[in-house]
């Protein structure tokens, strides 16, 4: 049982991870707090219902649809709604992406209506067991597609042009509007980044359950990932991720589904009493 | 003390209106919200009938959960507006307050108003423990530990409502006082009103006094404020006691009101939707909380009752408004908060301030300060 439950854990850690990395991916680039990052999930999920049932594209076209649909979602965001708040106090940023999602989930259920729908991508999705784990080879894309986005997005971040100039537009705002980035562009793809990766998560979560808004509550548990693993760490995000994934399917399995919350919340705030800056985040200094 | 409170008390005394045509404002403010029920009872205004949309749609039962949602609402702006400290966690309080409520009131067998006083002492010790946070961590990452004790108290109401009732909810028991039991709408706004308009006037008075000016100044700039000798971390619990306790007395105020609650309820929506109360109205201004849960809690049945309306009207775009009414509203509702913080950060109330101190302000029975 126990390596079971570690096994689906990690499954399903990796795709809060990815989540969790494009909610990294906004914050460090914007300072805001994506309280919609489930909801963007979400997006991603029935973009895949447009593409594929209501569109019916062949599979490939259909990750093209995702992707592009998810990557103008964030640049409108961005332009529509962060950029004109400019960086307010904490609160406004915070609700702004609670009112964001508010929206996001009244226009989906006007199109799509209330009722889960089912979708079946063609993705591999047979089993097969391996001593007394059964591996589920969704489980296994999932994970392995997860660690590939991971991996070519800290390519991206650390090798590209564009990766430098978003780390550098991240380490000091002014500094980099003065060195003559364009700080909109630079943010905006930030934005489109993070959706992106949020609808990768959603895509394989609506595989493993029914399409519909309740998924939003999965793509929350993205935010106790980044802070158990450190706001600002894109490593920690994925680790964060990983943990969140294992407590879940471990407290679920050995416990009680509800006191999966219990198990992660309650860590949660110890981490926050005893290194409030997340297992991989740096110690943020106070400023005058 | 803060620059804005000074400059707020100098200008009630230059601003406001002759105080004879101020008290006559009270006055008449007094007799409509007197007067209010009945006509929302009988639906007719002295004798004269109205129509449901005349009456805009709106019900006794919305203006009662809108009083008790003003406390909410209130003590949630006194916290986060006022003391700076922004919390989502603030179902959780409600939560405690029907819990302990329902709970003293079957086990214990204690009066309503027992429990009620019960619930907010819950609520005070248990906003301590809330609070325990804001001493070693500031801004987001208290706001994500106030998401945990959000996460937290919802998983013990739940275990509390397996263990002693059942699956749809906790019940709790009739509100009686002596003999007397509040069982009709028109009771309950007598019995809330006062409440309420006590419970705004206290948090609102406490802003005038030494320990609320401290409050407004460690919102304001808090290293200043320990340098000017206020002990920060007492106060920061202070406030969260005083705040939580509130939210208790409404959340019990609220579980006797619908008679049933259930852990369900208590979900981190119903949480932001206060935080949206208080952006919506105005934040950090008692004015602010009430205009927001009034316009909050009132304004889907208005919308609702115009869809009715509407229906009368051509076309399928009617059916589809009226099929989608939850929807329309929560789409209204996001984007009306989305555009009050793009466009008028102060909320309604910043429109509505001006007007109200010149009506209100200085009135002769408030201390000059």
Redesign the interface.
Known sequence: MLSQFIFSGLALGSIYGLVALGFTVIYKATQVFNFAQGMLMVCGAYFAVTASIHLGLPFPLTIAFILVGAGILGIAIYFLLIKPLGGQALLPMIMITIALSIILRAVIELIYGGAPLTLRLPLPSGVFVLGDVRISQLHVTAAVVSWLCMLLFIVFFRRSRAGLLMRATADGYEAAVLSGIRVDRINAAAWAIGTMLAAIGGVFLCQLQLVSVELENIGLLALPAVVIGGLQSVPGAILGGLLVGLIEQLASGYISPKARDIFIYVPLLLILFIRPWGLFGQKELGRV | MSNGVTAYLVRLRHNALPTTLRVIGVAVLLAILLYLPYVLQFRSIFGVRLSNMQLLNIGLSQVNLTLISIIGAVSLNYL?GCAGL?S?GHAAFFALGSMVAAATGMHLKLPFLATLVAAMLAGAMAGVVAGL?SL??R???F???T???H??V??VF?EYQYAFHDVTGVAVGDAKIGSFEIDSGIKWYFFLLPITVLSCLLMRNTLFHREGRAVLAMRDNE?AAAAAGIDVRILKLKVFAFSSAFASLAGALQAYYLSNVAAEMYS?NFA?QF??II?VGG?GTIGGGVIGAIVWLLLPSILMGAATEVKSGPGDFASFLLA?RP??V??I???I??LI??FA?HGIAGFLRPLWQRMIGGLPWRGRT
């Open positions: 986060t922004v989502v946070p070693r961590v801004g987001l990452y706001v994500l530990s998401l945990a004790i996460f937290i919802v998983f739940a290293l981190l932001i935080i949206a952006i934040m989608h929807q329309i929560n789409l509702f996001g984007s908060v989305a913080l793009i950060p």
